[in-house]
């Protein structure tokens, strides 16, 4: 379990980096869901 940690705490900081605030990855996963949305 120690693993699966470490992986989703460097996941949150890639996330948190590549959006530069939390507004930027609420937007990013709207995003990403309105267009999963659409596939259906």
């Known amino acids: ?3 699966a ?3 989703a ?3 949150t900081v890639a996330l948190l980096a590549g959006c530069a605030t939390i507004d930027g990855v609420g ?3 709207s995003g990403a869901a309105r267009t999963v949305q659409t596939w259906f």
């Open 1 to 3: 379990m120690k693993i």
């Open 5 to 7: 940690r470490q992986m």
């Open 9 to 11: 705490l460097v996941a």
């Open 27 to 29: 937007q990013d996963i």
